[in-house]
């Protein structure tokens, strides 16, 4: 059997434990509540403004299903270019 392997940019489902950007794990408290079960706690990302340039390269599939994470969140408004995976 295959093992699973971690969504990324690239991927055609969407998993809301994954930035749809980079494809590493968005720390959402909200969804590890949703997860969990547990009560969710403040997320990072209630109080982040993120760039409207940053917003627009994210996969309309992905909109309201999966967070960036905290480094897609910052970038700056004029980096036009995709950040890359680690692992890459």
Known sequence: ??????????????????????GQPN?????????TGLPPGPCWCMQQSIAPETLAQ??????????LCPRCAALPANNSSQPTSPTS
Not at 10 to 22: F, G, I, K
Not at 27 to 35: K, N, V
Request: with cysteine.
């Open 1 to 22: 059997m295959l093992a699973a392997s971690r969504p990324t940019a690239m991927s055609s489902a969407v998993d809301p434990r994954y930035c749809p950007l980079c």
């Open 58 to 67: 994210i996969d309309p599939a992905a909109l309201d299903r999966a967070c």
């Open 27 to 35: 720390q959402c408290a909200m969804e590890l509540a949703r997860s």
